[in-house]
Structure formats: C-alpha cells, structure tokens
C-alpha cells in the first residue's frame, strides 16, 4: 500500500480528546457536557475512560474473541449466513473482508451480530466456542446499552436539548450491532491498509482496540487514536451529522495493519429502520441553512452503499 500510510499521526501531532466520564451523574457534568460539545464540533471523535464498564470484561471481552478467531477457518464459518461459495454476507454472523471499496480490498476476517432488540437476535451465529462467549457478548452488549444510554443524555444536552432527547429519538426499539474485526499482522515493512476510509453510517460506534491501527481524518491529515487502558474510543456516525445539520461531524477513518495481530471491538446505536430522520428544528434554526433531506434509516443505509461518502454531499428538498 502507499508509503503515506503512517502510525504515528499527524506532523503536528494532533491527539484524539480523551473524556473522562467520572463524575458526569453529577459534579462534574456541566463539564463534560462542553468537552463532548467540543469534541463533536472539532473531532467527531473522542475517547472516554471511567465509563463504568468493567475492565474486566473488556479483557474477557478481548480473550474469547481471540479465542475464537484462532479457530479452524472451517468452524468459523460455522457461524456464517452465508455459504463461501456465495456472496459473502458481512452484516451477519462470520466473514472475510473480501469485498472491494472504491477499487480497494479491505483485509481481515469479522463477527457481526444484531443484539437489539432481542427479537432481532440470531443466535445460531453466535460461536458455541470458546464456551463463555454468548454469556460474555450478551454481558459486554448489555452494557454497552447502559453507556449508550448515559452518551446519548450527555451529547443531548451538549446540543441545549433536554437530557432525553436522543434516547427518546431513537426508542426501545434502536438497533444495536456487535462487531469484532480480526486483522492478521502486516507481512509489509511499512504499515497497509486494513479497512478502507470511511464513515460509518449508523448514529453513534463506541469501539476498543487491542493495539494500534485506527486512525481519524482531521483537518486534511490522518491522526492516529492510540489505544488507552480500558477506554473506549466513541466515534459520531451519519446519523449524527445529519440530526445536527452538519455541526457535529461523521469522521473518516480508517483501519491500517502493523506488526501485530489486531483486534478491535465495537458495537453500534442506529435507529429502527422506519424512523425518518432529518435535522432537528432547533438546530436548523440556530445553524441555517438546512442542510439535509429527510429519508427513513433504511432508505438511508441502501442508498450510501451505492453512493459513497453520500451523507457528504446531500442536499436539502428546497
């Protein structure tokens, strides 16, 4: 791959904004709140630490993830929906990257699993080995739920919304997606791509990785969001962008491979497929002009697979 692909960010060094969430039920809300406004604004982007998941878990989390993708090949795609001689289909259960974007491969193998609403759980492609890994994904997802919830509260009232505007928006009946990304290390000198530029399409991508490799598009340059014990890398998606009318930022980002295994584990907030989303009023009034057309999250999602970087460039119905 390119010899610009760099691990170690920006020349002017540039550092993703760490948040720290201790205190954020209370004393040190009002705080939070601005860093979260601020780094929505600037970044997109932003890490957390005492965010009340256990680091416990995130390490069983990390240890039977590893586990599983030390599998034989053929017991992964146990847990596949599709057949290897088919389509391969990405957005559930196991599978390989082996998809071109914009005339690229991206690398590696994945887990993704729908875990909310539970009736959308399919657990014959959640992997029986190692043993505790539904109990743990299940455990993990449950309280990603709970950190959602409190994110969704702070990045409310960053946006001079009432505290329960977003959980509200988005219902009991939000999506959840659990997604593990397997990448093998680098058999180049200099660092390759892993997974192409891009922003994600769903709302809100709270995310671990076990070593480097992530990096953020700022200001023209690629900036690498290092790894910090036990915090979670939480990155705005689409939706975000588009219910704010442009002031909170959907990042690119990419994924690069280095000289070792990597692992990176995220789960995703979207909405239910038949909520319309569009930029809210308040905002629109306070940042003119509207910037966005209105369409459901399924319209949404079918149309950016064919029309890249398409929140980018919408235009409002005038």
Known sequence: MGSDLKHNG???????????LQGSR????????QQIRSACVEWGLFQVINHDISPALMKKMFQV???????????????????RTTTVDLFHGYGTKEFGTKGALDQGDQLRHRTLPLSARAYEQWPSHPPSFRE????????????????????????????????????????????INHYLA?????????????????????????????????????????PIQDAFAVNLGDQFE???????????????????????VGVFSCPPDDKV??????LVAEFPPLRYKASTYAQYRAEVMTVPDMVKTLTPDL
Request: net charge negative; with cysteine; glycine share 4%.
């Open 10 to 20: 920006s020349s002017r060094e540039l550092e993703v904004p760490v948040i720290d």
């Open 26 to 33: 209370g004393e040190r809300r009002s705080v939070v709140v």
């Open 65 to 83: 993830a590893k586990e599983f993708f030390d599998l034989p090949t053929e017991e992964k795609w146990k847990y596949s929906s599709s057949e």
């Open 136 to 179: 743990i994904e299940e455990e993990f997802t449950q309280e990603h739920h709970k950190l959602k919830e409190h994110l969704f509260e702070l990045i409310s009232e960053s946006l001079n919304l009432r505290s329960s505007f977003l959980n509200d928006f988005f219902g009991k009946d939000y999506a959840q997606t659990f997604l």
């Open 186 to 226: 680098s058999v180049e000198q200099t660092p390759s791509m892993g997974l192409q530029n891009h922003s994600d399409i769903c709302a809100l991508t709270v995310l671990m990785q076990s070593v480097s490799g992530l990096q953020v598009m700022k200001d023209g340059e690629w900036v690498s969001v290092e």
């Open 242 to 264: 588009i219910l704010t009318n442009g002031l909170y930022k959907s990042p690119l980002h990419r994924a690069l491979l280095n000289s070792s295994e990597r692992f990176s």
């Open 277 to 282: 989303v569009t930029p809210i009023p308040e």
